[in-house]
Every structure is written in C-alpha cells, then in structure tokens.
C-alpha cells in the first residue's frame, strides 16, 4: 500500500522560507508529484507539479517564482522549497502523486478518491 507523509512546515515570518518534503512508502509507480494546498475555510489550490518522464514543472500563479518542486534523486520523495512567503501562503499543504503518461492533469483534474495524498503539514506566514 502506497503512503505519502509529508513533514517540514511551521511557523514563519513573512519573506522567510520553509522547505517541505514528500516520503513515499511502498510500491510507487507515479511519475507526476505534486503539492496542493487549503488555507481554512477556502477550496483546495494547486502549487506544483513535476512529470518526472520529462522534467515538466507546472506552477500555480500565485507561487510562481517563489516556489520550486524537485525530486529528490535516487529516492522516493520530493521536495517543495519555498521562498519570499507571504501571510496568504498559509493553509496545509498536501503531496500528491498519480501514473499519466505522456503528460500530467491539471491541479483540478486531481483526485482524492483516485490518486495518492498524504495527510498534510501546516504552514503558517505571519506578517
């Protein structure tokens, strides 16, 4: 069975950074990683995703050039390192994954009752 934990987030000031990590246990075939996010009392937002077939990366636009997705190479994880981070980047993150091929969904053609998701970490920005 497939599990995906996340850990790294925290507390911090605003225009500091965090960086957080995605563990996979299991047989794990996915090739799209993902990080999504949900501050309290709004709907799910897509942050990233990474197609590891082609190094395709795919950002939400309001982390853009904040945010950066990677793999961690020769392991089952992945991280997401976020920089310059603002009061309305907190809410609790989640890492996701799925098999696509040739390419991966979009954030809102992800699924919770389809792909893999772990059970989150909190971030919070203070100003």
């Known amino acids: 069975q497939v599990q995906l934990v996340e850990s790294g987030g925290g507390s911090v000031q605003a225009g500091g950074s965090l960086t957080l990590s995605c563990e996979v246990s299991?047989?794990?075939?996915?090739?799209?990683l993902a990080w999504f996010r949900q501050a309290q009392g709004k709907e799910r937002e897509g942050v990233a995703i990474?197609?590891?077939?082609?190094?395709?990366?795919t950002y939400g636009d309001s982390v853009k050039g904040r945010f950066s997705i990677s793999q961690v190479s020769a392991k089952n994880s992945w991280k997401l390192l976020m920089n310059s981070l603002k009061p309305e980047d907190t809410a609790m993150y989640y890492c996701?994954?799925?098999?696509?091929?040739?390419?991966?969904?979009?954030?809102?053609?992800?699924?919770?009752?389809?792909?893999?998701w772990g059970q989150g970490t909190q971030v919070t920005v203070s100003s």
């Open positions: 990474f197609n590891t077939f082609n190094g395709g990366h």
């Open positions: 996701a994954s799925l098999y696509s091929t040739p390419w991966c969904p979009p954030f809102g053609n992800w699924r919770t009752d389809r792909d893999y």
């Open positions: 299991g047989y794990h075939t996915s090739n799209c």
